[in-house]
């Protein structure tokens, strides 16, 4: 029986992988519904919505193919789009994110789908590499899921 580790894990961005990864992490929560009336002794309860949410650790590092971390930044850090309005800028955009466990097959394990990125944060210390902290929620189910 296999197991994996933090080097087995990869992250798409948008359908392409990112460079530098340091980890990720996903969750679901599943709300309930009370379905308890008054003459029962318990309480019961069904199904409600689920959330699906996670964030992920990208290393600042630039290659010939691009910057990832820049370019999961970008998603949601965007500058004044007047110089005499500063309370108006452009809306976050919306991020495909691919969670994959590379397990030595072609597709490997994943869960995908859409993203609003809900925060990021840059962090720099000497003898240390910049990071960025991404938290992100799903928007709805995921698209796709093999896992």
Same mark, same amino acid.
């Given at each position: 029986?296999?197991?994996?580790?933090g080097?087995?894990?990869?992250?798409?961005?948008?359908? %392409?992988e990112?460079?530098?990864?340091?980890?990720?992490?996903y969750?679901v929560?599943?709300?309930? #519904?009370?379905?308890?009336?008054?003459?029962?002794?318990?309480?019961?309860?069904?199904?409600?919505?689920?959330s699906?949410?996670?964030?992920?650790? #990208?290393?600042?590092?630039?290659?010939?193919?691009?910057?990832?971390?820049?370019?999961?930044?970008?998603?949601?850090?965007?500058?004044?789009t007047?110089?005499?309005?500063?309370?108006?800028?452009? %809306?976050?955009e919306?991020?495909? #994110?691919r969670?994959?466990?590379?397990?030595?097959?072609t597709d490997?394990?994943?869960?995908?789908?859409?993203?609003?990125?809900?925060?990021?944060?840059?962090s720099?210390?000497v003898?240390?590499v #910049?990071s960025? %902290?991404?938290?992100? %929620?799903?928007?709805?189910?995921?698209?796709?899921?093999?896992?």
């Amino acid at each position: 029986m296999a197991f994996y580790s933090g080097t087995d894990g990869r992250l798409l961005i948008d359908g %392409e992988e990112a460079a530098r990864v340091r980890g990720w992490s996903y969750a679901v929560s599943q709300s309930t #519904l009370d379905t308890t009336s008054l003459a029962d002794t318990d309480r019961t309860v069904t199904e409600g919505v689920r959330s699906h949410s996670g964030s992920c650790q #990208l290393w600042y590092y630039a290659d010939a193919s691009g910057n990832d971390a820049s370019r999961m930044l970008q998603k949601i850090v965007k500058a004044a789009t007047s110089g005499s309005d500063l309370g108006k800028a452009a %809306e976050a955009e919306r991020v495909q #994110l691919r969670l994959k466990i590379h397990d030595q097959t072609t597709d490997g394990k994943y869960i995908q789908g859409e993203a609003l990125i809900t925060s990021a944060a840059m962090s720099m210390a000497v003898g240390e590499v #910049l990071s960025v %902290e991404v938290a992100f %929620e799903f928007n709805g189910a995921p698209l796709l899921v093999n896992i």
